[in-house]
């Protein structure tokens, strides 16, 4: 009887140390799980982060359906049906602060501050792009130019001929086919190598 009693107790002994030691290994490897789900998300936030910043020339294209989803319909309309938004109810016709403006579909830098100016027609005006190797002009169905972004093929407006600007063209381009970015973003941004096309702009 005392010897059944001794292995019974011993038994029991054995079973609480075993069980002790499961449950530290449980813990140890959910914590370890914890932490790393928590450094992946962080690493990847970061990542999405960074795909969006700035602009890289070797980013893909989103496609249709995604750029559907991400962009507002009015953008949508706009840079892939060739929609035109209504003047003077749009909001970028009168802003004037320094920045530049790039392509809502890829963030390419399109326009500066530097050249933009108030014709008196509601709607962001430039008297030039920023390159004009990023832009294809082509005249479309109202024998109108339309000026495209090359390589989103966004539709942003049209170019007129205007000889009261210094180039002789006015580009004329809807707000919700850019995105404004304030010189004092531009670094977080991601387009610190362009703050040399934008100059304070006085013009009211």
Same mark, same amino acid.
Request: proline share 5%; charged share 25%.
């Given at each position: 009887?005392?010897?059944? #009693?001794?292995?019974?107790?011993?038994?029991?002994? @054995?079973? #609480?140390?075993?069980?002790?030691?499961?449950?530290? %290994?449980?813990?140890?490897?959910? +914590?370890?799980?914890?932490?790393?789900?928590?450094?992946?998300?962080?690493?990847?936030?970061?990542?999405?982060?960074?795909? @969006?910043?700035?602009?890289?020339?070797?980013? *893909?294209?989103? #496609?249709?359906?995604?750029?559907?989803?991400?962009?507002?319909?009015?953008?949508?309309?706009?840079?892939?049906?060739?929609?035109?938004?209504?003047?003077?109810?749009?909001?970028?016709?009168?802003?004037?602060?320094?920045?530049?403006?790039? /392509?809502?579909?890829?963030?390419?830098?399109?326009?500066?501050?530097?050249?933009?100016? /108030?014709?008196?027609?509601?709607? *962001?005006?430039?008297?030039? =792009?920023?390159?004009? /190797?990023?832009?294809?002009?082509? =005249?479309?169905?109202?024998?109108?130019?339309?000026?495209? +972004?090359?390589?989103?093929?966004?539709?942003?407006?049209?170019?007129?001929? /205007?000889?009261?600007? =210094?180039?002789?063209?006015? %580009?004329?381009?809807?707000?919700?086919?850019?995105?404004?970015?304030?010189? +004092?973003?531009?670094?977080?941004?991601?387009? #610190?190598?362009?703050?040399?096309? @934008?100059? *304070?702009?006085?013009?009211?």
């Amino acid at each position: 009887m005392e010897e059944e #009693s001794l292995d019974e107790t011993i038994g029991s002994r @054995v079973t #609480s140390e075993e069980k002790a030691t499961l449950s530290t %290994y449980i813990g140890v490897g959910l +914590a370890v799980v914890l932490i790393l789900g928590a450094l992946y998300f962080f690493f990847f936030a970061r990542t999405k982060v960074k795909e @969006v910043s700035g602009f890289d020339p070797n980013r *893909p294209i989103q #496609s249709d359906a995604a750029l559907r989803a991400r962009l507002s319909a009015e953008a949508y309309h706009v840079v892939r049906e060739n929609g035109t938004e209504t003047a003077f109810k749009n909001k970028l016709w009168n802003k004037f602060e320094p920045g530049i403006y790039v /392509d809502v579909v890829t963030g390419e830098p399109l326009f500066s501050s530097a050249d933009k100016f /108030d014709s008196g027609t509601g709607r *962001p005006c430039f008297t030039k =792009p920023i390159s004009l /190797d990023a832009l294809i002009e082509q =005249p479309d169905n109202t024998n109108r130019t339309e000026v495209h +972004a090359k390589r989103s093929n966004a539709h942003l407006g049209h170019v007129f001929q /205007d000889n009261t600007t =210094p180039t002789g063209k006015r %580009y004329a381009i809807n707000s919700a086919a850019l995105k404004f970015i304030p010189t +004092a973003e531009m670094e977080h941004e991601g387009y #610190s190598a362009y703050t040399s096309a @934008v100059t *304070p702009v006085t013009q009211k």
